[in-house]
């Protein structure tokens, strides 16, 4: 059985269908998914579907690209909804240098707000980084982020930046685009991260893998990103489900009771 570590179930792409494309992915044995929600209108979204089925879990926090949005009563806010028995990390959190919608400046203080707040929390985090590798692991580092550890969301640099966040105790989540013929580093980096660090997700409905390459994702497509994972280390789907779902379970702390 498989779990989708990062959807957006709750996205408006979703809302003709969502209940179907829900069974879809159960049909294809994704026994658990964790929605994001990363703004003011997806954080409610996301904790009414993780309140209506037993098996999806929440994460909320402020994307990078609405940073520019975030008031201080939103971190109080997310700070609030973390002691939800369906809330296991904060996020997506992080940079986005691609999308100009936030000041740099700005993005890089609500990120170690956030930081700052899961470690005073004791709470995983999971991070958005695009086109902002380098600043993303100063901070990481700068803020202490392996105190907490977490998750380095749909993965897209280089095999030497992700043993740098492997050092700071976070765990490498590929997809889709790792399935696509010329996506040389993600394949790299799919073969040389230890089998005990590696997570697949969707990032539905966004990414959606070959050969589904670009239509809406959803996620029963999670299957595919392990077929690829399979392939490139060797190992059987079977394998390759069993420990990318032990993974997820100690990454996000699924099952555990909180202190």
Known sequence: MFIDTHTHLDSHNFD????????RARAAGVDRLINIGFNRETIPTTIALAEQYEFIYAVVGWHPVDSIHMEPK???WIAGLCKHEKVVAIGEI???????????EIQQRVFREQIRLARSLNMPIVI??????????RILKEEKAEEVGGVMHCFSGSWETAQKCLDMNFYISLGGPVTFKNARVPKEVMERVPLDRLLIETDAPYLAPHPHRGKRNESAYVTLVA???????????????KIT??????????GQKRL
Do not use: M, Q
């Open 245 to 254: 779902t032990s993974n997820a379970e100690k990454c996000f702390r699924l």
């Open 74 to 76: 939103d971190l109080d």
């Open 94 to 104: 992080g940079l986005d240098y691609h999308w100009d919608t936030s000041p740099k």
């Open 16 to 23: 003709e269908d969502r209940a179907e494309v829900i069974e």
């Open 128 to 137: 958005h980084n695009r086109d902002a590798h380098e600043d993303v692991v």
């Open 227 to 241: 077929e690829a994972a399979a392939e490139i280390k060797g190992k059987s789907l079977e394998e390759i489900a």
